[in-house]
């Protein structure tokens, strides 16, 4: 599905924040990616969509080499990735539901995404993802007067309206208390298991990603650590990774 291929990112000619990285993501997976801060989880992730361009090597989407796309190639596979940040990125003064329908101006044309024109399709869709986590209630309720995990899965409903093939998902319960963080990963869990969807998440904390995750990439240093099975994975390699 993803294939990422001998691929460094640097930053105005900074020390590289990936140095040679190659990895596979395949359909159906749920891939935790953990390590230090600084280790390059952010950027690894943002190379999936090409919001950040690597410097050297390529990365490969459903067979496409993303460096090549013009802007609407590139458009069209970034309706296939969603992408959930650690800071929610709703519009605070909007409905639930208008927050989740943003998910679907990539379906749209200019002239409809800017005067917000929407189908009966785009409306179900965006019900349909807010029942999916948990929060078909809240439809109608304002942005900001939801908690920091339901704001979270409103995000993640916005995601899932754009009908991906995969999710990336950056430090997303980072913000959250513990308790609304396990609602949050239960979600995607759920995701995972029910729809098939990729789901790729950095992770800071280990126990949350060994408890999710069926596999696990560890990055220090901008470079692969280990990339196994979480099963496979020791308390040795944790710590080595975090040393």
């Given amino acids: ?17 990936l140095r040679g990285v190659t990895l596979d993501f395949h359909e159906g997976e749920f891939v935790g990616v953990i390590g230090l801060s600084g280790s ?3 950027t690894l992730l943002k190379t999936l969509n090409r919001l950040v361009s690597p410097s050297e090597g390529r990365v490969i989407v459903e067979g496409k080499d993303l460096s090549r796309l013009s802007f609407k190639e590139l458009r069209d596979i970034r309706r296939g990735i ?9 519009v605070d003064r909007s409905s639930v539901l208008e927050n989740v329908l943003i998910g679907r101006l990539g379906y749209q044309s200019s002239v409809k995404s800017f005067f917000g024109i929407f189908k009966e399709g785009d409306y179900r869709l965006a019900e349909e993802a ?10 109608f309720e304002r942005g900001d007067r939801l908690s920091g995990g339901q704001k979270q899965r409103v995000a993640i409903a916005k995601t899932l309206a754009q009908e991906p093939r995969v ?6 319960v980072a913000s959250l208390d513990q308790n ?8 995607f869990k759920r ?6 969807i990729s789901i790729i998440v950095n992770l800071h904390d280990v126990k949350i990603a060994r408890a999710y995750c069926d596999r696990l990439v560890g990055l220090k240093d901008g470079k692969i650590l280990f990339d196994q099975r979480t099963k496979e994975i020791s308390d040795e390699d944790i710590t080595g990774l975090y040393r």
């Fill in 1 to 17: 599905m993803i294939s990422v291929q001998d691929v460094y990112v640097t930053y105005e000619k900074r020390t590289p924040a």
């Fill in 40 to 42: 390059g989880k952010s």
């Fill in 82 to 90: 969603g992408f959930v940040f650690q800071e929610f990125n709703l």
């Fill in 130 to 139: 807010l029942e999916t986590v948990g929060l078909g209630e809240k439809i």
């Fill in 167 to 172: 999710i990336l998902a950056d430090e997303p």
């Fill in 180 to 187: 609304s963080g396990k609602v949050v990963m239960d979600t």
């Fill in 191 to 196: 995701i995972q298991e029910k729809h098939g």
